[in-house]
């Protein structure tokens, strides 16, 4: 039950610095992991605005955002993401990568 109602909206926000000699400035990078939306609302859009508000240089997104089989469904659900992210602000960022989860068999 807490995987269907409670953990998809559990937000986790954990931070971590890590310091070396070769780098000279703060360099702030941002993941995005398991957003497993069905829908774009209210949570994946906070979501983003977090992530905008982080003043993030880099932007990495690790896959599972979007959980919808259908891929006529599956395409729109991405347009409305990056909307979502247009409207976040989260455009010009000096670089953003993401990638697509697949399901592994074993």
């Known amino acids: 039950m807490d995987a269907s109602f409670i953990e998809p909206y559990r937000l986790q926000v954990t931070t971590v610095r890590i310091t070396s000699p070769k780098v000279s400035r703060r360099f702030r990078i941002v993941v ?3 957003l497993q ?3 774009i609302g ?3 859009i906070d979501v983003l605005a977090r992530v905008k508000a982080a003043d993030p ?3 990495l997104f690790a896959g599972d955002y979007i ?3 259908d891929p006529a469904r599956r395409r729109k659900l991405i347009q409305q993401l990056r909307s979502a992210m247009r409207g976040a602000g989260l455009t010009g960022l000096h670089a953003a990568m993401a990638v697509q989860g697949k399901p592994i068999h074993i």
């Open 57 to 59: 240089d880099l932007v």
């Open 67 to 69: 959980q919808e089989a």
């Open 32 to 34: 995005v992991a398991d």
């Open 42 to 44: 209210n949570y994946e």
């Open 37 to 39: 939306a069905d829908a």
